[in-house]
């Protein structure tokens, strides 16, 4: 089945029915399938055709939502980027899947406009928002693309569910983003295996604060779609009376975290328990919740089922622990996730003992088809498995399972570092900050954080005559990388541990600082 | 009395929030969140800071939008709590 459909079928069965809540808009199912009908039908008369990248930089607004089920009806690739995500780097994911359109909000217009000089690929531009589109490749308003109410041109099927839907970047080790490949496929295997084990139904009500450049915020979207649910989008968790208010008064009866919500949400102090009687289930993935904050949700929650999870973008979602274990196993991430595999191998890919380290492999219908035009990271990752004829995935994440087969989640294997739910590359903020001038060594490593599980610290030694502070450092990797890159931390130092070769031991400094603060 | 929240709170803001490469300066009234300026642990410190400073107690469900999401915003918030608790110094 391809996603598009999930939308379709559901405007079909409850068209009247309202499909999303944002802000102060409410729009229908048969509202939702219109406006993405009209806007498939823009892409497709401005030259998107099937297959062609279509970058989407917005944030959780409605029009986000459309745009999603457009780029896939008009029989193109979904590439959502990070709103934070600043020009150069834009520039170069534009430039890397070779975009041929993007959705903007106007917001943002300044480092867009920066970013297509280095990427000529771009013919189309649609801008949400009030700013006037000329000046930008064939430019046109949002509003202006899905005005009018006529009938959608598509009458043609957009294409086969072997084909890609989404093309999702995710930090690599090297530094440089990789983007997984997600067919409709990969996807609908996904979203029916989630949807089967949190029960979801037509009646449910889903509260997602989480962005949905983020395959687990984007993922809500598409699985509210597939069952017909209401989507509550919110965009971000700033103010979270805010959102608890907005829980209760639409009545959601699911909410996805990241654990750094869940620090929030325990940090509010007016708090009581009980006051969400509608809320069924709370699913955390990103990073496991520690499970000191677990029970106080349940505490918080009492009717609510706690799903601990534990997923990647490559395959969207790996496991879930089925919330009645959540007790006896604290902790775990549970088991693979319906009509999927998972085990744990060592270095040779030999399945190990319950207890054993080793890396967790992934198996099944929902794992990507490899990362665009890179194929050696693709073969490092998607490896042979037990049948000659497939290849499975390579979490990089190292595991131990108890004796039944839970999961428990021990570490990274390489170096890269898993900030309030997000991969981060050292690599790629020791590149940002060797940017800056006097400079000399850098080394970006994760220390533990309450709130972020890891944040992320650079340690810098900088040149004789470099006037600098901490603080311009911060200042500069802010205008540079991604929010959730920037470093929280940095420390000044004379000189970093190095091999004989005379590269830095990234990994002494790490170690070094987590024994300093223990 | 106002305008002296008002220099504090904008220059916690942009010595302590970090400006995107498009951005050079904020207006007293233009949104923190859509400017990119503030994100949920932000919001934590500038909380952080503004009990501290101005001696007041800011309570979860004080927490909003509407009180916290400009510079204008939050300077009236800070003067409204201190109005109510004139032992604040």
């Excluded at chain 1, 029970?295 to 969207?316: D, K, N, V, W």
């Excluded at chain 2, 904020?26 to 503004?50: N, P, Q, Y």
Aim: a negative charge; hydrophobic letters at 45%.
């Amino acid at each position: 089945m391809r996603v598009e459909h999930f939308l379709r079928d559901s405007a079909r069965t409850c068209r009247h029915k309202v499909a999303l809540v944002a802000g102060e808009r409410r729009l229908t199912f048969g509202d939702l399938d219109g406006a993405s009908d009209r806007l498939a039908a823009a892409l497709s008369r401005r030259g998107v055709s099937r297959g062609d990248r279509v970058v989407v930089f917005l944030d959780n607004c409605w029009e986000a939502v459309v745009a999603i089920f457009a780029v896939m009806k008009a029989g193109a690739v979904l590439c959502p980027i990070n709103p934070s995500t600043k020009a150069a780097k834009l520039g170069w994911l534009l430039d890397h899947c070779r975009a041929s359109a993007m959705i903007l909000q106007d917001r943002w217009a300044a480092s867009a406009k920066a970013a297509l000089a280095q990427a000529h690929c771009v013919k189309l531009t649609i801008m949400v928002g009030e700013l006037d589109p000329t000046g930008f490749p064939d430019g046109i308003r949002f509003d202006d693309a899905i005005a009018g109410s006529a009938a959608c041109p598509l009458e043609a099927p957009a294409g086969i569910d072997l084909d890609l839907a989404m093309l999702i970047y995710t930090s690599g080790s090297t530094g440089l983003p990789k983007g997984v490949m997600i067919t409709h496929q990969n996807a609908a295997a996904s979203a029916t295996s989630v949807i089967s084990y949190l029960h979801n139904t037509p009646d449910d009500i889903i509260l997602n604060a989480l962005p949905i450049s983020f395959s687990y915020g984007l993922y809500q979207v598409l699985m509210a779609a597939k069952v017909g649910a209401t989507l509550i989008l919110e965009k971000s968790f700033v103010f979270p009376h805010s959102i608890l208010e907005k829980m209760g008064a639409e009545r959601a009866t699911g909410i996805p975290i990241v654990p750094s919500i869940a620090s929030t949400i325990l940090q509010m102090k007016s708090l009581r328990g009980a006051a969400f009687p509608h809320l069924r289930y709370i699913t955390n993935a990103g990073a496991a919740l520690p499970p000191s904050h677990a029970e106080r949700l349940q505490e918080l929650f009492p009717a609510a089922r706690i799903y601990s999870m534990y997923g990647m973008t490559e395959c969207h979602r790996g496991t879930w622990l089925p919330p009645d274990q959540l007790r006896s196993r604290p902790g775990s991430v549970g088991i693979a996730i319906p009509n999927t595999e998972t085990y744990v191998v060592d270095g040779d890919g030999n399945r190990v003992a319950p207890g054993v380290v080793g890396e967790l492999v992934i198996r099944g219908a929902h794992v990507m088809k490899g990362y665009w035009e890179n194929p050696a990271a693709t073969d490092s990752t998607l490896r042979p498995g037990p049948y000659s004829w497939e290849k499975v995935l390579y979490t990089g994440d190292l595991f131990r399972s108890d004796e039944q087969g839970y999961l428990y989640f021990v570490a990274r294997k390489d170096d890269v570092i898993k900030t309030g739910a997000q991969k981060v590359s050292p690599k790629e903020v020791e590149n940002a900050i060797y940017a800056l001038p006097g400079i000399l060594e850098v080394a970006v490593v994760g220390v533990p954080d309450p709130v972020l599980g890891m944040a992320i610290k650079a340690v810098v030694v900088p040149g004789p005559k470099a006037d600098l502070t901490p603080r311009d450092v911060i200042r500069h990797c802010a205008k540079h990388l991604e929010d959730f890159m920037v470093p929280r931390i940095v420390e000044f130092r004379d000189g970093l541990p190095k091999t004989e070769s005379g590269k830095i031991r990234r990994r002494q400094v790490a170690s070094e600082i987590s024994e300093t603060e223990r | 009395m106002t305008a002296e929240i008002e220099t504090q709170v904008r220059s916690l803001i942009e010595d302590n929030f970090l400006f995107r490469e498009d951005r050079t300066s904020l207006s007293d009234t233009e949104s923190l969140i859509d400017a990119g300026l503030i994100d949920s642990t932000g919001i934590l410190e500038l909380v952080a800071f503004l009990e501290e400073r101005f001696k007041i107690e800011i309570a979860d469900a004080d927490l909003l939008p509407e009180n916290f999401d400009s510079i204008h915003r939050i300077v009236a918030y800070v003067a409204r709590v201190r109005a109510t608790a004139p032992s604040a110094s």
